[in-house]
């Protein structure tokens, strides 16, 4: 069965940093994109990172580009995405998500599998 979890959201600070994990199972990383996405309350999903199999090829939202880092380990079956500079605007619920596609896409494209979120809330 193919699951996906997330973890590490929290409250911070703005100017602040946390890094999110997103553990799978079921598959293995060699074969699946993972993409982060978030929503804040009102707005519609926005892509914010993803990165490929194989290469291991990366993409940025431009919101996001030189504040956040999207790195996986395979031996742990891992995906992060390290944020800093955290902003009130990056207030969000983020998830995680995995499938067969192409990075270049992955703003648009629908990811089969998904996990709960996390909420990362940035606020003084």
């Known amino acids: 069965q193919l699951q996906v979890v997330e973890s590490g959201g929290g409250l911070v600070q703005p100017g602040g940093s946390l890094r999110l994990s997103c553990a799978v199972s079921?598959?293995?990383?060699?074969?699946?994109?993972i993409g982060w996405f978030r929503q804040a309350p009102g707005k519609e999903r926005e892509g914010v990172s993803c990165?490929?199999?194989?290469?291991?090829?990366?993409a940025y939202a431009d919101s996001v580009k030189g504040r956040f880092t999207i790195s996986r380990d395979n031996a742990k079956n891992t995906v992060y995405l390290q944020m800093n500079s955290l902003q009130p605007e990056d207030t969000a619920v983020y998830y995680c998500?995995?499938?067969?596609?192409?990075?270049?896409?992955?703003?648009?494209?629908?990811?089969?599998?998904w996990g709960q979120g996390t909420q990362v809330t940035v606020s003084s």
């Open positions: 998500a995995a499938d067969k596609i192409n990075c270049d896409d992955f703003s648009i494209v629908e990811f089969g599998y």
């Open positions: 079921g598959f293995t990383l060699d074969y699946y994109a």
């Open positions: 990165i490929g199999s194989g290469d291991g090829s990366t």
